[in-house]
């Protein structure tokens, strides 16, 4: 069973940055595409960002292009994203997820890639 845990949320005023983190246990991550996703309550869940198996290649919204960076340390098991410049609608539920198959970087975007998600870290950015 994989169990994926994020931590880093928090409350931070517009213009700040968070860094969250997702360590993975009963599995490493070294051959698995995974992505953050966010969901605000009442909201749509939405794609934040993703990144490839080996690390090479990442993906963003549009809505946080250039301000979210993604990376991965697979010796510690480890996704992180790196939030700069927040906006008050960056404040969601912050979720990690890795995909359902090995060496697979397509569909990133798609929720129904994803077979196993943490349980979610709550950011709040206050205008």
């Known amino acids: 069973q994989v169990q994926l845990v994020e931590s880093g949320g928090g409350l931070v005023q517009a213009g700040g940055s968070l860094r969250l983190s997702c360590t993975a246990s009963g599995r490493t991550i070294s051959t698995y595409a995974m992505g953050w996703f966010r969901q605000d309550p009442g909201k749509e869940r939405e794609f934040v960002s993703s990144i490839s198996w080996r690390g090479s290649s990442a993906d963003y919204a549009d809505s946080v292009k250039g301000r979210f960076t993604i990376s991965r340390d697979n010796a510690k098991d480890t996704l992180y994203l790196q939030m700069d410049s927040l906006k008050p609608e960056d404040t969601a539920d912050y979720y990690c997820?890795?995909?359902?198959?090995?060496?697979?970087?397509?569909?990133?975007?798609?929720?129904?890639?994803?077979?196993?998600w943490g349980q979610g870290t709550r950011v709040t950015v206050s205008s």
């Open positions: 997820a890795i995909k359902r198959y090995t060496f697979d970087d397509t569909e990133r975007r798609l929720g129904r890639s994803y077979n196993y």
